[in-house]
DNA sequence: TATTGTTATACTCTATAACTATA
DNA sequence: TATAGTTATAGAGTATAACAATA
């Protein structure tokens, strides 16, 4: 029976389709490196942000990643409960909360990037160090043909 | 204030990362590019499995794009009742189901390919076709590198 | 009047477990 | 005993709308 291996008809050839599948089985991958860390993909995404930005706002971590200014209240305070951030009121905006890592932050990155090295390995192991580049910047070409993420308060003009 | 644009850090150069947002733009546009047609992400790839293996059954179906047999059911329940996909009990296995398009299936899968093909040509209009297909070849890739979906049944050995 | 962060809430997607009917 | 399909349900993740405090 052919049809235990059927056809993926105009699937096949779609760049969505695949790019679909690949991240499907990269966050599999990707949450099982994870394993015991208490990490996610945006919570790590935000973790790297605060790193390289220390003292960022909370707004504006949440723009870098397309992420929702309602969203980003619960991502912060599990961050900062687990005491890998430290959240404090911006003395210039009062309104505003800039963030930064606390050590433990900066072990628990350290840790992730470790694992996420050997993810990252084990997902493309059968590509070559060109390829592999290669295929970072066709993918951070595509990212830029997104329509930006916050529309929320604007008119939908 | 340097800090409207941060760095992204660590994210920079994972290709996990990049894969999250190309994917995330993808998705956005791919629902932008159907609205009207009733038909997301998901269905469309189901009835292009069937498309291409009329008689297919809802299992093999499910199997063939990592969806879990519980939540085909609903997504079999949505084509049938929008007409799009006609449902039998197979005679040589009166447990299964076997799916064929119907002709409004057609219909609406041909609307939708000219659609995903605008949709494609708008994500990847700043590249060469060559690029194209090398991004297609190295997605493809990296499908294999999953863990095969449906482990729901057998032990965690 | 606009912006930062907040709360409450809803919707989609995916996952698990227990069931039935056939094999 | 195993498999195809079903039901019910729970958990992420993400979306909208309305609000308070500050600018």
């Known amino acids: 029976m052919s049809s235990e291996q059927p056809h993926l008809g105009a699937l096949e050839s779609l760049v969505g389709y695949r790019l679909r599948r690949a991240w499907s089985a990269f966050s599999a ?47 912060i305070n599990e961050l900062v409960e687990k005491q890998w951030i430290e959240r404090a009121t911006d003395a210039n905006d009062r309104r505003a909360l800039t963030l930064t890592l606390t050590t433990a932050g900066e072990a628990v990155m350290a840790e992730a990037l470790q694992r996420i090295e050997g993810h990252e390995n084990r997902m493309l192991s059968d ?31």
Do not use: H
């Open 29 to 75: 991958d990707f949450a099982a490196a994870m394993e015991g860390t208490g990490l996610r993909q945006v919570p790590l995404a935000v973790l790297s942000i605060i790193a390289a930005n220390p003292g960022i706002n909370q707004g504006a971590t949440g723009r870098a990643l397309g992420i929702k200014r309602a969203n980003m209240v619960a991502l």
């Open 127 to 157: 590509m070559q160090p060109e390829e592999r580049s290669l295929l970072l910047d066709l993918l951070s070409r595509i990212e830029r043909r997104s329509p930006s993420a916050e529309a929320e308060d604007l008119g939908n003009g």
